[in-house]
Every structure is written in C-alpha cells, then in structure tokens.
Antibody, heavy 119, light 110 residues
Framework: QVQLVESGGGVVQPGGSLRLSCAAS????????MHWVRQAPGKGLEWVAYIQFDGTNQYYADSVKGRFTISRDNSKNTLYVQMNSLRAEDTAVYYC????????????WGQGALVTVSS | QTVVTQEPSFSVSPGGTVTLTCGLSSGSVSTSSYPSWYQQTPGQPPRTLIY???NRSSGVPDRFSGSMLGNKAGLTITGAQADDESDYYC??????????FGGGTKLTVL
C-alpha cells in the first residue's frame, strides 16, 4: 500500500533553515510527481510546491518562492523540501502528497511533520 | 491575487443533503481547473474524496458526489452521517504548475 512518511520537523529560530524529508513506499516513486502542502495551526490547507516525476521542473507558491526548494532522490524514494529564511508564518504541519498526473490532483497524503519557527 | 472561496461553515441534519461550493474571487471555476475535494478531521491528514470534478476516489462512499454548479464546483453529501462532520477543502489547478486550496468549509452534522 502507498505510504508517505515525513520527517525532519522541529523548532527553528526565525531566519533559520530546516530540511524535511518524505520517504515513499508501496509505489514506483520515480513515476509520480510530488507535492508539499502545509497547514498552519487552526488554519486551512496551503499548497507549497510541486516537483515533476523526474525532478525536471519545480513550482512554488508565491509565499515560499526564493526561500524553499523542493527536490527528490528517486534512487532513495525520497522527497525533500529545503526551507531557508524561515519566518513565524511558516509555522505549520507540512504534508507530502502524491500527484496523480493525468487527473491533476493529490491522491495520497502523509501524516505530516510539524515545523515551528520561534525564538 | 485570485482567492478560492468556500463557505466557512455549514450545518446539515443527519440523513439530510448538503452541497458545498468552491468558487473564485474573480472568474469562474471550470472543469479545466480539475476541481478536487478533500476531507479532514482534527489531527488527521486530508483524505481525497473527489477528483476531476466528479470522480470518487477509491473507497469513498457514493453518498459523496461532485459536480459543476454554474461558475462553481460543488460537493454534495446525500444522506449525511455523523462521521461526515469534518472540514472540507476544494483544490484547483491554476495552470503553470500551480495549485490552490480553498479556505475550507467546516461541516457540522446535527
């Protein structure tokens, strides 16, 4: 069965950096695009970034463009997001999700990793 | 900046029918936005319900259905049950590799 497991969350100071990982199993990771979606405490979902199946292209929400970098290692079945210049408003649970190509939606979600930006 | 709009809250009686909508602050939602719907209960990740306007994801009960309602996408729950009490989010593909979620609708079943 499809499994997505995020790791790397924690507390970081404003201006700091953090890298989240998402380990994928139960499907051919290299055949699927992947997303990061976040949810601030008590708030709704916010799409963060998308990477194509082969890592060729990446896309970002305006709120994180220039600060976050999505990447993947298909040999390790792992998705990443490098988060730099973190702000208090980046505090959220970060979910990785699988992209269903032809239908353009997110079909499987991980359990999420909490990132807290605070001094 | 275009905002995806959803009703902040809705209430339905057990066994009743409710339709939640997903629109745009400027412009219309169309099938080319590939509307999708996600259900989330507190402390849990989202669960995918509907994709490509009106297709149910695997394992989703047929009391959930999606449609286009004029210039909006809609999610209808027919015969609402207590465990349908959740937050519901719509997602739209905006083109150029960009997705956007609506602010969510908190559904109460009482």
């Amino acid at each position: 069965q499809v499994q997505l497991v995020e790791s790397g969350g924690g507390v970081v100071q404003p201006g700091g950096s953090l890298r989240l990982s998402c380990a994928a199993s139960g499907f051919t990771f290299s055949s699927y695009g992947m997303h990061w979606v976040r949810q601030a405490p008590g708030k709704g979902l916010e799409w963060v970034a998308y990477i194509q199946f082969d890592g060729t292209n990446q896309y970002y929400a305006d709120s994180v463009k220039g600060r976050f970098t999505i990447s993947r290692d298909n040999s390790k079945n792992t998705l990443y997001v490098q988060m730099n210049s973190l702000r208090a408003e980046d505090t959220a649970v970060y979910y990785c999700a699988r992209h269903r190509g032809s239908k353009l939606y997110l079909d499987y979600w991980g359990q999420g990793a909490l990132v807290t930006v605070s001094s | 900046q275009t905002v995806v709009t959803q009703e902040p809250s809705f209430s339905v009686s057990p066994g009743g029918t409710v339709t939640l909508t997903c629109g745009l602050s400027s412009g219309s939602v169309s099938t080319s936005s590939y509307p999708s719907w996600y259900q989330q209960t507190p402390g849990q990740p989202p669960r995918t319900l509907i994709y490509n306007t009106n297709n149910r994801s695997s394992g989703v009960p047929d009391r959930f259905s999606g449609s286009m309602l004029g210039n909006k996408a809609g999610l209808t729950i027919t015969g609402a049950q207590a465990d349908d009490e959740s937050d519901y989010y719509c997602g739209l593909y905006m083109g150029s590799g960009i997705w956007v979620f609506g602010g969510g609708t908190k559904l109460t079943v009482l």
